[in-house]
């Protein structure tokens, strides 16, 4: 959406605004579900980034299985508005917790990441108490060094301590190989790809020499998606990112800045003593996240149409942009600014601002904030 047809059509828009353009959201969406067709998976899309019902049901009515959460009130959020199929990507931890994912299982078909054995043994005990079997996908650490035991021997022998839990039902692996983002060197990305992929499909194969369950081998980030889908094994992907793209995206090759769907609306309210700009944007809405790439530049935005008109300094209320040219901007101007990483923003925001053709209409972040 370009910011004067935003000032023409939808004068009422205070900044700074979060506006979502659905025509390029409904375009990510069936992009990479027409990816995941062609290359035989099946898609269950990370939504943590929108944190938005609606998003979620178009994700799944264009063939996803089901969704991806990070956070249980996430999972609550999407359970309460009809979304049927969840996987909790996250360890599960704490007697609440627990508590609050066997609720949801006697609502929703839910899934779990472990990977210790005392989350769980943990969760099956509370599990066998209200006699459910918790379908769990043991979670693989392929390089991010976060969440997960390491590929092979050890991946084995969680799952076939967590295959004796009456409580837990073995269903799979899962890992997430955010790494590969970062790896830096031409060609990283895809080679980090494909050797989270090989790992994977190693352990399958040791799962299945031992006689252990594993249906479903899930890998996942928007980064990744076009190297990774269709390797031999992996059956399920769990792109986030996507539905809405960020200079991240862009900078590794994933999107065009065309495919950016969520962009910040902000006015020029001054300039610095340097002749910088300043926007009614800062920290607070942009984050201060850099993009997850090997060399971030150290830079917080930037202006759609103006690649080189970045946000280079910000404080939590004010940004300062600067580039060549930019003394052509006035004070009261509307820019738009594409962020570095999408998902954070959208957490700071009560509300987007959707355009689809010549509606616009405030949105809630259905899931805002839902970080326990
Ligand atoms: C476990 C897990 N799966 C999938 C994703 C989606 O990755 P992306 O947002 O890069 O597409 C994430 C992102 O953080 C994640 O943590």
């Known amino acids: 959406m370009r910011v004067d047809m935003i000032d023409e059509m939808y004068p009422a828009v205070e900044t700074p605004a979060l506006i979502v353009d659905w025509s390029r959201v409904r375009a990510n969406v069936s992009r990479m579900a027409s990816l995941a067709r062609q290359r035989n998976i099946t898609l269950r899309p990370h939504i943590k980034t929108h944190k938005l019902v609606a998003l979620a049901q178009l994700q799944v009515d264009e063939g ?11 999972a609550e959020v999407m359970a309460d508005h009809g979304l049927t199929d969840i996987l909790v ?4 931890v704490g007697g609440t917790k627990i508590s609050r994912l066997l609720d949801l299982a006697q609502r929703v078909r839910i899934s779990v990441a472990v990977d210790s054995i005392e989350a769980g043994a943990a969760l099956s005990r509370a599990a066998t108490e209200r006699a459910i079997r918790l379908p769990t996908l043991v979670e693989i650490d392929t390089g991010l060094r976060r969440c997960g035991v390491l590929p092979g021997e050890p991946a084995v022998g969680l799952a076939r301590a967590l295959s004796e839990l009456a409580g837990l039902n073995l269903v799979g692996i ?3 190989e955010g790494h590969a983002y970062t790896a830096g060197v031409p060609g990283g990305l895809r080679t980090a790809t494909l050797n989270a992929a090989e790992a994977m499909a190693a352990t399958a194969e040791q799962f299945e020499s031992a006689g252990l369950p594993v249906e479903i081998v899930s890998m996942g980030s928007s980064g990744t998606a076009f190297a990774g889908m269709g390797q031999p094994h992996v059956t399920e992907f769990r792109p986030g990112t996507y539905v809405y793209n960020d200079r991240t995206q862009v900078a590794l090759g994933a999107a065009h800045n065309d495919d950016c769907a969520a962009t910040v609306l902000v006015t020029v309210v001054g300039r610095t003593s340097a002749a910088e700009v ?4 800062g920290s ?8 997850i790439v090997a060399h971030p530049p150290p830079t917080y935005g930037e202006v759609v149409g103006h690649p080189d008109w970045q946000v ?11 580039g060549p040219g930019i003394n052509e901007l006035a004070i009261g101007d509307r820019l738009s600014i594409i962020p570095n990483h999408i998902c954070p923003v959208v957490n700071l925001v009560d509300r987007v601002v959707v355009v689809d053709g010549a509606e616009c209409n405030a949105m809630w972040v ?3 904030g839902k970080s326990q």
């Not at 996803?64 to 996430?74: M, Q």
């Not at 300043?278 to 944007?281: H, N, S, V």
């Open 174 to 176: 899962l890992t997430h």
């Open 278 to 281: 300043l926007i009614d944007a």
């Open 284 to 291: 607070k809405l942009l984050t201060s996240d850099r993009m």
């Open 89 to 92: 990507a996250y360890p599960i």
């Open 312 to 322: 280079v300094r910000q404080s939590e209320e004010h940004g300062i942009l600067d």
């Open 366 to 368: 259905d899931a805002r």
């Open 64 to 74: 996803a299985v089901g969704i991806t959460v990070a956070k249980l009130g996430e």
